[in-house]
């Protein structure tokens, strides 16, 4: 699993650099979340312009991720290709995360 | 001569019957996902169609990984149908298995999202997303087999 991470102000940025986040990753994805988002940014936007499939374990992994953080950080989920914005929007998990359609408009709405 | 003409258009091509067997692992299953939308390209299916199948077959098999051969169990073997018919695909996966508790397949109630933010839920979509996507999904039990049946539907 690759993460990078790229600070932009007060706002972090980690880009998943794999095609998918599935059963066969999803652990390895959350503790790979978990060393990424450790400097405590108020705000990660999760770039998942390059993730082309999503399950539900990949889901729950982001979840997860979302709760370690804590209710006093937002995570925000950027870049949804087809199936993966298909799981979160089926799931209703839209509704819990900022969804933005690009990693630039979910920066500007989060620029400080 | 207009008849076979606008029946070309219409249907896609019949992809042949389609058979994978697997041996039961995470690695598994996305090998098999990738050869089977490897032998449906020639039904030309759009990202929608193509999401939705990987979807529902990611997640009917990675249950039975992870139930039917739990972990300390030995892992056995899983195999895959897809058959064209009318209007879309039919699937039937086999496994050999723990059966699935009470006999019958989870009802796949959407989950819970009006909860306090530590109890978001982690899991519990798998079978949701099963029953909202497939049609007519029937599982059985029969000689020490599971044997789980439901139709994608498809545009064309």
């Known amino acids: 699993m690759e993460l990078r991470s790229q600070q932009d102000g007060t706002v972090q940025i980690v880009s998943v650099h794999n095609a998918r986040i599935d059963a066969a990753v999803a652990i390895e994805f959350k503790d790979a979340m978990r060393q990424a988002t450790e400097s405590g940014s108020p705000t990660v936007i999760l770039d998942l312009s390059e993730v082309d499939f999503i399950d539900s374990s990949g889901l729950g992994a982001i979840v ?13 989920l950027a870049g949804l290709t087809p199936t993966v914005d298909k799981v979160f929007r089926l799931t209703r998990m839209d509704s819990v995360f900022g969804v933005f359609p690009t990693l630039q408009t979910a920066l500007d709405a989060h620029a400080a | 001569m207009q008849h076979s003409n606008a029946r070309m258009v219409q249907g896609p091509p019949p992809a ?17 996902l990738s050869r089977l939308l490897d032998a449906l390209q020639p039904l030309m299916l759009d990202v929608e169609e193509t999401g939705t ?96 049946t439901f139709r994608l539907c498809l545009a064309g």
């Open chain 2, 16 to 32: 042949t019957h389609v058979h994978i067997s697997i041996t039961s692992s995470e690695y598994a299953v996305r090998d098999a």
């Open chain 2, 53 to 148: 199948i990987e979807l529902v077959l990611a997640e009917a098999m990675n249950n039975i990984v992870e139930h039917a051969y739990p972990p300390g169990d030995r892992p056995g073997p899983i195999t895959l149908t897809c058959t064209p018919e009318a209007g879309g695909l039919r699937f039937l996966i086999k496994d050999t298995g723990r059966p699935m508790p009470n006999g019958v397949t989870p009802i796949g109630l959407p989950v819970d999202l009006s909860v306090d933010f530590n109890e978001l839920p982690e899991g519990g979509f798998g079978w949701f997303l099963i029953q909202d996507l497939a049609r007519d999904v029937v599982y059985h039990r029969v000689d020490d087999a599971n044997q789980l």
């Open chain 1, 64 to 76: 997860a991720s979302m709760k370690h953080m804590g209710q006093d950080r937002s995570l925000v």
